[in-house]
């Protein structure tokens, strides 16, 4: 399963809006971000395990800054997990593979 880059102008419809049911999992990085460079490729990893589960998207907060700032992101990466159109929960700074793996199955 391939991660969604979304945009600002897409974040309500791609992530609010979505109706796919599934949980959907939002990275706020940015490309100078060295914690953030680290986190994708475990990202990859969580995504393809729970393929069908959860959804995983991207959003690059200097090129999108109004979705960060209507969440409060202060640090990068914060990763958030929607269910319905809400903030089911946030995890912020960079995680070890099973650790994303357990928080993000423990909402599943």
Do not use: Y
Request: with cysteine.
């Amino acid at each position: 399963m391939a991660i969604e880059q979304i945009k600002d102008a897409d974040f309500q419809q791609s992530v609010l809006e979505d109706s796919n049911k599934q949980p959907i999992l939002v990275d706020f990085w940015a490309e100078w971000c060295g914690p953030c460079k680290a986190l994708g490729p475990i990202l990859e990893n969580v995504a393809s395990q729970l393929d069908g589960k959860v959804a995983v998207k991207k959003i690059n907060i200097d090129e999108n800054p109004q979705a960060p700032a209507n969440f409060g992101i202060r640090s990068i990466p914060t990763i958030m997990l929607f269910k319905n159109g809400s903030v089911a929960d946030t995890k912020i700074g960079l995680s070890s593979e099973e650790d994303l793996k357990n928080w993000v199955s423990s909402h599943l």
